[in-house]
């Protein structure tokens, strides 16, 4: 994966870097050159009550740089949106900018991305899983700095499962109630992943479409329709998983990082974390599979002061900068660099997180027919939870749902 980075040379950025020099105002006495960089990530990471991550991590980054008189403009976008925004204007948009990788080619669509290369993509590679590139890199260009997973997996409750139970479903469901996202379209497709079912091949390559409707789809569904009426699985709906957590009705729930801090709340030293189970289907074991994405760092295809931004963006991925982001917001690392620290190393949830990521994940395709599979998922998953999808329509229904996915939403 790093060897296959297509590098920008050294050359080019010292061409942009002179191009910045002269829309800039002139250098001062002490001979730094004065810049302007406009800075967007979400409220939470510039707020007084999270510590201000993003004011402190600039600050730091302005120390590090004498050579620059940096004057920092601050805007709010968190990562979901900011896509979006950037690529409607990207000369009115800021010069380094946090997205969510699922937004990738809409970014790159409306060339409102650059592309990292030469010394900075090495660097980036230096502290970055392959599988954590692969998330923000398109055609062998590397778009971006990640600086964190975004997942899900299971949190449990240590009294009732043990770390063996965890493993599997089928002996999970045997000792306790398990909630799970069954209507979620996020959620449901692990199963189906599990027997081999692929969403444009490997993730990128549109023209495969889906492939959700074959013998191996259908056998999920007939599982799913069984699996529904056991009375130690229930459907997280609303915030029910959470709920029952609290009153002690249900014993694990599939979530994330966000979700962390509560659950941690309701079951203290007890909370237990880990990836995802497998499941038996025909008497074969399978393993279940999340989605998983990242967020990132990206810059301005069209920032003039080219340098800077880059430099800065490497250093909001950095592992000073991640560590801060922990601190003040539980931000999950992935800066391999981190994993050697032992409060880090130690957390539950870090390591649920980066042990699904790596090992029963699947990276959510960021091409654009991607966004004709959630509804007709989640249409499953309600058609099975309500008894409209049945053993005698299981094949049908499964075929329907996956004429669906690869359709355009025109009948």
């Given amino acids: 994966m790093k060897q296959r980075l297509k590098r920008l040379t050294a050359l080019l950025l010292t061409a942009l870097s002179l191009l910045s020099a002269a829309g800039c105002s002139s250098a001062g006495a002490s001979g730094e050159q004065s810049i302007r960089l406009m800075v967007w990530s979400a409220s939470e990471d510039q707020s007084k009550d999270s510590g201000e ?139 189906y992943f599990g027997n081999g079912c692929t969403l444009f091949g490997d993730g990128t390559q549109e ?91 990206g810059v301005n295809s069209q920032s003039e002061n080219m340098v800077a931004a880059v430099e800065l963006a490497v250093y909001l991925g950095s592992a000073e900068a991640q560590r801060l982001h922990y601190d003040l917001r539980n931000v999950i690392p992935s800066n391999t660099e981190l994993m050697d ?12 997180q980066n042990d699904t990521f790596d090992r029963t994940s699947k990276l959510q395709p960021f091409v654009p027919q991607m966004t004709n599979c959630w509804t007709p998922v989640e249409n499953m998953g309600r058609g099975i939870r309500n008894s409209s999808v049945t053993h005698a329509n299981a094949v049908e229904q499964t075929t329907a749902m996956n004429d669906a996915m690869n359709s355009d939403g025109i009948s």
């Fill in 53 to 191: 991550w993003l004011q402190t991590c600039c600050e730091n980054f302005a120390a590090l740089h004498p050579e620059w008189d940096i004057t920092f403009v601050y805007g709010v976008a968190d990562e979901a949106t900011a896509a979006n925004t950037v690529s409607q204007d990207p000369s009115a948009s800021a010069d380094v900018f946090l997205y969510a990788n699922d937004n990738l080619t809409v970014l790159t669509d409306a060339k409102a991305l650059a592309k990292l290369g030469g010394k900075y993509a090495d660097e980036v590679a230096s502290f970055t899983s392959d599988a954590l590139l692969e998330s923000v890199t398109l055609d062998g260009y590397l778009y971006g700095v990640p600086f964190t997973t975004n997942t899900w997996y299971m949190y449990y409750d240590k009294r009732v499962f043990s770390e063996e139970d965890v493993k599997s479903l089928d002996a999970m469901l045997e000792k306790g109630v398990v909630s799970f996202p069954f209507v979620n379209s996020w959620y449901l497709p692990a199963f």
């Fill in 207 to 297: 023209e495969l479409g889906a492939d959700f409707g074959g013998e191996n789809a259908a056998q999920v569904t007939d599982y799913l329709i069984d699996l529904i009426k056991n009375p130690n699985f229930v459907v997280d709906d609303g915030g029910s998983g959470m709920a029952g957590l609290r009153d002690g009705s249900i014993k694990a729930m599939f979530s994330g990082s966000w979700d962390s801090a509560s659950i941690r709340e309701i079951l203290g030293d007890n909370m237990g974390v880990a990836a995802l189970p497998t499941y038996t289907l025909n008497g074969e074991t399978k393993q279940m599979y999340s989605y998983a994405g990242s967020k990132a760092v």
């Fill in 341 to 352: 620290d032992p409060d880090i190393a130690a957390d539950p949830v870090v390591i649920a």
